[in-house]
């Protein structure tokens, strides 16, 4: 089984510190995505990646960041948190098809708290 | 930014019961699929329907893709306890760089099935 571990399942930071959220993958995806969830939104999309070292924009990658420098790792940073930035975030994989059917494995979540 | 309304939002309802919850868009996708979530975890695929007018079936549930690929619905007959959760529907339309898929999950329908 895939297996997509945050490393974080809660977390509480001050507004202005620098938060990193962690996330690895165990099956060699090309693609990695990271997503906020918010009760009556669903899931937007921040920034995705499909390759070491590339990234893409998202729906919503204000105040965000990220990183790739490993396959397995794809790292979520806010650079001065806010307290609109409290959510849960969900990282997931995907292999790299071209149908566009490859289906989403999603880790846990970690939730932030900003106060 | 493409958006997937999902209806109901919330649904309770006593087991055996039928329900159905749809899915609904303005933009064409390549394929949709659906996840359930569970509280403290990140959603799992349920099923990705590819062709405008498919029907799956999954035990007790039927899902189907409108025919011009905007809209979907999932049915649930005889409701039980264990079918409680958010259910998330997610178009995906192909990444212009990269390959692969991107997805853009709907709203979310919370749903509880009561003894």
């Known amino acids: 089984d895939v297996k997509v571990t945050q490393s974080s399942r809660y977390l509480v930071k001050r507004t202005g510190e620098k938060v990193f959220l962690e996330c690895v993958q165990d099956m060699d995806h090309e693609n990695m995505f990271w997503y906020r969830q918010d009760p009556g939104l669903g899931l937007r999309l921040i920034y995705f990646?499909?390759?070491?070292?590339?990234?893409e924009k998202g729906d919503i990658p204000e105040g965000y960041s990220v990183s790739r420098e490993k396959k397995e790792r794809f790292s979520l940073i806010l650079e001065s948190a806010s307290t609109n930035q409290t959510s849960m975030y969900l990282c997931a994989s995907s292999l790299k098809q071209g149908a566009g059917n490859s289906p989403l494995h999603f880790g846990n979540g970690t939730r932030l708290t900003v106060t | 930014t493409q958006l997937l309304e999902q209806s109901p939002q919330f649904l309770s309802i006593q087991e055996g019961e039928n329900l159905t919850v749809y899915c609904n868009s303005s933009s064409v996708f390549s394929s949709l699929q659906w996840y359930r979530q569970e509280p403290g975890e990140g959603p799992v695929l349920l099923v990705t329907v590819v062709t405008g007018g498919e029907v799956k079936k999954l035990k007790r549930l039927t899902f189907q893709f409108g025919d011009a690929r905007k809209d979907s619905s999932l049915h649930i007959t005889a409701a039980q306890p264990g079918d409680t959760g958010l259910y998330l529907c997610?178009?995906?339309?192909?990444?212009?760089?990269?390959?692969?898929?991107?997805?853009?999950f709907g709203t979310g329908t919370q749903l509880k099935v009561e003894l």
């Open positions: 990646s499909y390759d070491v070292k590339m990234k």
């Open positions: 997610a178009g995906a339309a192909i990444l212009v760089t990269g390959g692969g898929n991107k997805l853009t």
